[in-house]
């Protein structure tokens, strides 16, 4: 594998981790319509532009991969253009990361998913006296979703993986 492969595999990588993370700051916005629906309209527009937005951005990081090494050299420098890796083929380090995203999107978003149901239990139980507010639900929801896409992600690993490799 070349230093430049090498690089390509990482910002296909970045993409895809991209990819998760817009979709869940996304969702966490519009399960947040609810509380101010004056601005529905206005809400709407911001969600469809940031959309827009990171779509583009996602698709050019993913088309012009060659283009960002030349552009910020990352290539150059090396003492050779050979990354030894003895026996780890594209794929098997692909699937390591994969595993690594979605492990840590199970790990992270659970944790605080149990916290959340906990609070949730005790303010339905004794109301203001333990918590001072409310628990807000829709982190509950985006936490849920997190944890989907981990396992979607450990479950699909290698088909994900070749896919990126073959890109």
Not at 9 to 37: E, G, P, R, Y
Not at 99 to 113: C, D, E, K, R, Y
Request: hydrophobic share 55%.
């Amino acid at each position: 594998m070349t230093k430049r492969d090498f690089f390509r595999i990482v910002i296909k990588l970045i993409a895809l981790n991209s990819i998760i993370a817009s979709f869940l700051a996304v969702a966490s916005q519009f399960l947040n319509l609810h509380l101010d629906s004056n601005f529905l309209l206005n809400i709407l527009g911001i969600g469809v532009l940031s959309i827009i937005f990171l779509t583009l951005f996602i698709y050019l990081i993913i088309t012009f991969t060659d283009q960002i090494i030349d552009f910020f050299k990352l290539d150059k420098g090396f003492d050779n253009d050979k990354v030894e890796i003895n026996s780890f083929s594209n794929v098997l380090i692909i699937k390591l990361i994969i595993i690594f995203i979605g492990g840590t999107l199970i790990s992270q978003n659970f944790a605080q998913l149990f916290v959340d149901i906990i609070n949730i239990f005790k303010f339905q139980a004794y109301g203001n006296l333990i918590l001072d507010k409310k628990p807000e639900m829709y982190w509950v929801h985006v936490r849920i979703v997190a944890i989907i896409f981990g396992i979607i992600l450990l479950s699909n690993t290698h088909k994900i993986a070749k896919y990126l490799d073959k890109k």
